[in-house]
Every structure is written in C-alpha cells, then in structure tokens.
C-alpha cells in the first residue's frame, strides 16, 4: 500500500494563470474524492468520482474548476484562470465501495497565488 | 453544514488518557460516526468509526451513547506525536450517497510532556 499520492505538493502561480493537480489513489479504490482546506478550516468536499463517472460536484466548484478521472484510475483537479482566493490545501482521498472503507488522504497540494 | 459539534481544544498530559467528546443530536440512522485527525502538514488520517455499539482498534476506542447522539474518542495513553485537530464526522451511508465526509472545525488537542 503505497498510499494516496499528490503532485506537485507546493505550487506558486500568478493570479490569471492556470494549473492542474493530479492525485494517484491507492490502486484497488474505486471511489476518489478531492476536498479543498484553507487555513484553519477543516476540508471542505469539492467533488467525486465513482471510477471515471463523476457523481457530485460540490457548489464551491465554480465553473473555473474542471476535475477528470480518465480510466478510472489517476485524476486530475484543473483551476483556470486563478485568483487569490484559490490560494489553499488542495487533497484527494480514495476509498473501496463498501461503507466500511475508510478514506485515504494524500497529503494536499498547497496552491498560493499571487 | 457538519451535524456534530466538538469543544474547539484540549489539552492533555503526555501517557495520560484522553477523552474527546463529539455531540450529534441530529444523528440519523444511516449515519456512521467516523472520527479523522490531521496532524501539521499532512492530510487527515482515519482513527475510528462505529454505528451503535463501542468500538476498539489499535489507535483508539470510540464509545457511542445509547441514543447516539454523542459519541466519545478514547485515546489510552497520549503522546507527542497524537498532537493534532481532531475531527467527528457523521457519514451518510443510505442509498445513492455518494459517502462523503463533511468536515468540521474539529477539536484540537495539545500534547503536553
């Protein structure tokens, strides 16, 4: 079990700019979720995916953002157009289906914008 | 919105007991009590979960009220390296839900040696 991995885990970019996170979940889970955590605050849901079909979309997931699981497998997280208040914790977790499994979080991608 | 409510902090005494409590009067039967923790810098990491009945692993132990709505988080013997925000989540498992976890503020607990 190699865990829940993040790239990149630090990322700086200029407000205007876009950028993409990817998340590698542990490889048997079919369920992935991405959370977003600012400072102080506990995460907060954005989106999921139940193998390649994304099934909820949180309404903090403004059009700006776009998520994908191709495959059903690694997924990626996109901003477009990025402003400061973007700038945050960015995690992934996975799960098997049953309501048993808990979830595996990677350990976040921090986003600042300047 | 999170349907629990947790004290904001603790403190604790290294290798003494610690008991964080967790109240979720609104509790349905469908829900689950998970409990996470999220030390400095890293992404939450599960603890325990329980329906109705208390519940033991290596991390912890987790007692549920009778009428579930509160539930306590036992750490047995605390140490530095269990200094972390500590969060009671209820998760939804009925049909057609997706399972995810909504987060609170979570409790954050001090680790003193």
């Known amino acids: 079990d190699t865990g829940v991995s993040q790239d990149p885990r630090h990322k700086i970019t200029k407000r205007g700019q876009n950028v993409t996170f990817r998340c590698d979940p542990i490889s048997e889970h079919n369920r992935l979720y991405w959370y977003r955590q600012t400072l102080g605050q506990g995460p907060e849901f954005l989106t999921y995916f139940q193998n390649e079909a994304q099934l909820e979309k949180s309404r903090l997931l403004s059009d700006r953002f776009s998520a994908e699981r191709p495959k059903g497998s690694f997924s990626t997280l996109e901003i477009q157009r990025t402003e400061q208040g973007d700038s945050a914790m960015y995690l992934c977790a996975s799960s098997l289906t049953g309501w048993d499994s808990p979830l595996h979080f990677g350990n976040g991608t921090r986003l600042t914008v300047t | 919105d999170a349907k629990t409510t947790q004290p904001n902090s603790m403190e604790s005494n290294e290798e003494e007991p610690v008991h964080l409590p967790c109240n979720h009067s609104t509790i349905s039967g469908t829900d689950y009590i998970h409990w996470y923790r999220q030390l400095p810098s890293q992404g939450p990491e599960y603890v325990i979960h329980g329906l109705t009945s208390n519940v033991n692993n290596r991390m912890a132990s987790l007692a549920i009220a009778e009428d579930r709505k509160s539930s306590t988080l036992i750490l047995h013997r605390a140490t530095l390296r269990d200094a972390a925000v500590y969060y009671c989540?209820?998760?939804?498992?009925?049909?057609?839900?997706?399972?995810?976890?909504?987060f609170g503020q979570g409790t954050t607990l001090q680790v003193k040696p």
């Open positions: 989540i209820l998760r939804d498992v009925s049909s057609g839900n997706t399972g995810k976890l909504i």
